[in-house]
């Protein structure tokens, strides 16, 4: 959705109408897929142009790339949805990086063959459960690590509750903006002492809003939503129904406005809709994130329009993103802060209009969220990410051991780093390298690549003849320029010719 319209489309990426524009995306995408296929996935900070790269803000590549405002600003949502950061706060080479190891620009951001296909059945939960039942009380729970100490034969380790316990080698996989919550004896080497200071996470909370019924899918909707608009709170949405259909729910990615969180502060910005309702600011209300407020919200109500929040269907068949037209969803509230708002003229009736429709068609019946960035031992989510500059210093000891100490955690990862998949990759990696210490691995085999799933291979990302063939915006204007210099070359050469025979 953008600007209060909504409309149908199928791909990893909404449509683009305008020639002009549809050029720009198109150029947009395969330039950051050739610029990644530079990029060494194990060692971004190798890549040819890592330096100028690195100097670069994402902000900055999409002025550079882009034209068109349409382009700029889908690109400034694909930062934002993809690693919960502004474009202006994030490095160019590691977010390209970042793209390029996830499988380049389509794969990361599609919902088939990409990025946010699979769930697992019961909760992806289970897998640290299952492992903490094999291991029985070797786990340890709310102990956190407060001092390591590695200057005898072992490793002693103490916790929070003034635990001690002592090991050969230690894994640490949690995320580098942590590991300075811990005291090293000896010190961190400078290097990574000064790296982990320096990758903030990045902030984000998921919403979920449970239904009476999956409505979306009874029109043949897939509950998949995108939002082109800087002021919404949330910016995609996705279908979290459990397997067997039973809790019907819409999974939200809300963003905090960065704006307020610097001005009142993140607890604040967090709560800005009930800071609307005294009087504060300037709002928008996005249905599916305070449908539970909802009667507070009718008091701040100044007019009812269906141009807030539209949800994109999809094909069951192909699991494509499609979006429907609006309907009466979107409230948008203006607060003054001298007197109370009023309903405009008609106002009453599409308040009822609206009424009717929340209780009869869309059917909330429960509403939770998970604020990532209250978690002191996660910090935030995703993943950590790379400031300008900060890749080509000091990113080269993000894995590097220290003594036997080791490091995993998904930022660490080569391959799907961020996700899931890159936590198990490093988890592996920095396993072998114990072991290889140990003497029990060879060294060669510390990075083998698995071979890829059989039940759940990833089909190549294909292109077009046009997507890589049509010209840039740029190229365009050049044709137009040389050909118009030809067409008046000719056309001055035909003059003279003619008054040649006079």
């Not at 607060?335 to 009869?360: H, M, N, Y």
Request: charged residues 20%.
């Amino acid at each position: 959705m953008f600007q209060g319209k909504t409309y149908p489309f199928r791909g990893a990426f909404p449509p683009v109408w305008n020639p002009i524009a549809y050029l720009d995306y198109n150029n947009l995408w395969r330039t950051m897929d050739n610029m990644g296929k530079e990029i060494p996935a194990d060692a971004p900070w190798e890549a040819p142009h890592a330096e100028e790269w690195d100097k670069m803000t994402m902000k900055d590549l999409i002025d550079k790339i882009c034209w068109t405002a349409t382009a700029r600003r889908f690109a400034s949502l694909f930062v934002n949805i993809n690693v919960t950061s502004e474009p202006h706060e994030v490095s160019a080479l590691w977010f390209l990086w970042y793209v390029k190891q996830c499988g380049g620009t389509t794969r990361i951001f599609s919902v088939t063959n990409g990025g946010q296909e699979r769930k697992f059945v019961g909760g992806s939960g289970q897998v640290s459960e299952r492992i903490m039942d094999l291991l029985g009380d070797r786990v340890k729970l709310r102990r956190p690590v407060t001092y390591v100490d590695q200057s005898g034969d072992n490793i002693i380790i103490e916790t929070l509750n003034h635990e001690l316990y002592e090991c050969r080698y230690l894994i640490s996989a949690i995320p580098p903006t942590l590991t300075a919550k811990i005291h090293f004896r000896p010190e961190l080497p400078s290097e990574k002492n000064q790296l982990i200071q320096r990758l903030p996470m990045g902030a984000i909370i998921k919403c979920m809003m449970y239904y009476k019924e999956a409505f979306w899918k009874k029109k043949d909707y897939c509950g998949c939503m995108i939002i082109e608009d800087e002021e919404a709170p949330i910016s995609i949405t996705l279908d979290d129904t459990k397997p067997d259909g039973s809790l019907p729910a819409i999974m939200g990615k809300r963003k905090i406005c960065e704006l307020y969180a610097k001005v009142l502060g993140s607890q604040e910005a967090l709560h800005s809709y009930e800071e609307s309702i005294k009087g504060y600011a300037y709002w928008r209300i996005n249905f599916c994130n305070h449908i539970g407020p909802l009667k507070a919200a009718v008091r701040c109500v100044e007019f009812l329009m269906p141009q807030f929040l539209g949800l994109l269907k999809c094909s069951l068949d192909n699991w494509q993103p499609v979006v429907i037209k609006p309907g009466a969803i979107g409230i948008t509230s203006r607060v003054v802060k001298t007197q109370e708002p009023s309903l405009p003229t008609g106002g009453i009736s599409a308040l009822s209009s609206l009424w009717d429709f929340l209780l009869t068609e869309l059917q909330p019946v429960h509403y939770e969220e998970k604020n990532w960035c209250e978690e002191q031992y996660s910090g935030g989510c995703y993943t950590a990410y790379f400031p300008p500059g900060i890749m080509t210093q000091y990113g080269r000891v993000i894995r590097q051991p220290m003594g036997r100490i080791y490091f995993a955690g998904t930022e660490t990862a080569t391959h799907w780093s961020g996700y899931m998949e890159g936590a198990v990759e490093a988890g592996e990696r920095a396993a072998v390298e114990v072991l290889t210490s140990l003497g029990k691995v060879a060294k060669k085999d510390i990075r083998v690549q698995e071979p890829e799933s059989e039940d759940v291979p990833a089909v190549e990302i294909t292109h077009t003849f046009w997507e890589r063939n049509l010209p840039s915006v740029a190229g365009l204007l050049k044709i137009i320029s040389f050909s118009t210099s030809i067409t008046a070359l000719w056309f001055v050469v035909y003059r003279s010719r003619l008054l040649s025979r006079f």
